[in-house]
């Protein structure tokens, strides 16, 4: 367990972005669950000592990053500002493409009643939202889903730990979807 813990330690500190827990598994020739257990077990010393950097789980991957209570430190050492917040209409973008996801620029307008192109544009350039295909359908509109910075951002592990909401349906019916990078298959319009 030991030996594990040290590298997951090197390969998250060496890699500086998120690892997935299968190459994790993979780089220490151990099931994806000793792992997991090693990871948790880091990140529980980390917590228990207040140690200025952390370990967080995205997904199904583990990055290492600087304690939040360090933000203040981290950001005067490297001279850098703190990232702009986001308008009430971002936040309402955003909040319609992690609970739709995939979901089109026209689907976010639909449901916000008004033009979403800025708060798109602006999501995408923070990098909170990506593309992830384009749907089957006249004009192939591009779909947009989450990111990792997204998880990151919001403290999140995976999208299961969004709070319960209650989705609007409208006329829920499947389209085709033409997928990029591990899109689902499903887009609700």
Known sequence: MEQIKRIIEAVLFAAGEPVELERLAKTAEC???DIEA??????DDYAYHR??????????AYQMCSSGEMSAYVTK???????????????????IVAYYQPATKAYVEQLR?????????????????EECGRLNVPGRPILYRTTADF?????????????????????????PVEEKEGATNEQQQ
């Not at 919001?154 to 409208?170: C, N, R, T, W």
């Open 31 to 33: 099931d994806p669950s």
């Open 38 to 43: 090693a990871a948790r077990a880091l990140m």
């Open 51 to 60: 140690r200025g950097i952390r370990i967080v789980r995205l997904d199904k």
């Open 77 to 95: 050492a490297l001279e850098t500002r703190k990232p702009p917040k986001l308008s009430s209409s971002q936040l309402e973008t955003l909040t």
């Open 113 to 129: 009643g008004v033009d979403s192109s800025y708060s798109v544009s602006a999501l995408l350039n923070k990098h909170l939202i």
């Open 151 to 175: 998880l990151r951002t919001f403290g999140l592990e995976s999208l299961e730990d969004l709070p319960e909401i209650e989705k609007m349906q409208f006329g829920k019916r499947e389209l």
